[in-house]
């Protein structure tokens, strides 16, 4: 838990939208060290529960790994 963050821009983004087969830490630090550098919310599903569960499980796994990464969240009006 206690890792060094990387530092450094990558040229590349990747974006991935995290839902219910991609919301564990598990499977969150696997994409992180894929390379995934971008989460994507989709705010038109899901709970305000089940989002928060998901960002808290996003920054469990950038903590665990060390790999930084931003967040889009996707909203409806």
Known sequence: ????????A???KMVW?????????VMIEKLLEAGMNI?????S???????????INLRT???NT???CAVIEDILF
């Open 61 to 63: 796994a950038i903590g």
């Open 1 to 8: 838990m206690n890792k060094k963050i990387k530092i450094g």
């Open 45 to 55: 599903e899901g709970s305000h529960a089940h989002h928060q569960e998901t960002i």
């Open 66 to 68: 060390g790999i930084l």
């Open 17 to 25: 939208t995290l839902g219910a087969a991609s919301r564990s830490v």
């Open 39 to 43: 989460a994507r919310f989709n705010f």
């Open 10 to 12: 990558a040229k590349t």
